[in-house]
């Protein structure tokens, strides 16, 4: 009986560590655009694409240039979750910035309700860089896992 238990328990193990794991990203996009003339949105991909198919690589020999149709990577099977621009024409919106954390939250925990993992969260900001530029955006990406 102990050896039956030992073997399930190994044939187990060997399963769950066999089994590859999967990655998804999930983007934030909020406006940073005065007046409130931008546009903010969480984008979720739902279709895959293989990194392979759109790669090439360059040697000494060999440097000829990738051919990839960029209509061929871009995915047109998304899911787009309206989020609130950071400022409306008086100026910044604490109510927006609640309203998004809320939204994006939400997001956050749909995805672990549905056995994904958040394992890394980075950001970054192209601001408003005075007068002449109208532009602006906080992205934001989310990294799954299961």
Same mark, same amino acid.
């Given at each position: 009986?102990?050896?039956?238990?030992?073997?399930?328990?190994?044939?187990?193990?060997?399963?769950?560590?066999?089994?590859?794991?999967?990655?998804?990203?999930?983007?934030?996009?909020?406006?940073?655009?005065?007046?409130? !003339?931008?546009? $903010?949105?969480?984008? %979720?991909?739902?279709?895959?694409?293989?990194?392979?198919? &759109?790669?090439?690589?360059?040697? #000494?020999?060999?440097?000829?240039?990738?051919?990839?149709?960029?209509?061929?990577?871009?995915?047109?099977?998304?899911?787009?979750?309206?989020?609130?621009?950071?400022?409306?024409?008086?100026?910044?919106?604490?109510?927006?910035?609640?309203?998004?954390?809320? !939204?994006?939250? $939400?997001?956050?925990? %749909?995805?672990?309700?549905?056995?994904?993992?958040?394992? &890394?969260?980075?950001?970054?900001? #192209?601001?408003?860089?005075?007068?002449?530029?109208?532009?602006?955006?906080?992205?934001?990406?989310?990294?799954?896992?299961?």
């Amino acid at each position: 009986m102990k050896k039956i238990i030992l073997l399930a328990l190994f044939a187990f193990t060997a399963i769950t560590t066999s089994t590859a794991q999967e990655y998804k990203v999930v983007t934030s996009v909020e406006s940073i655009v005065p007046s409130g !003339l931008g546009r $903010s949105r969480i984008i %979720d991909a739902n279709a895959d694409r293989d990194f392979k198919e &759109f790669t090439s690589e360059q040697t #000494e020999e060999d440097n000829t240039r990738n051919k990839s149709k960029r209509s061929d990577i871009r995915v047109k099977d998304f899911e787009e979750t309206k989020l609130l621009n950071f400022y409306n024409v008086a100026g910044i919106r604490f109510q927006n910035i609640a309203s998004n954390d809320a !939204l994006i939250s $939400s997001k956050l925990s %749909d995805m672990a309700q549905n056995g994904w993992e958040l394992v &890394f969260v980075t950001s970054g900001v #192209e601001a408003d860089a005075g007068n002449t530029d109208g532009q602006g955006i906080f992205i934001t990406r989310y990294i799954f896992k299961r």
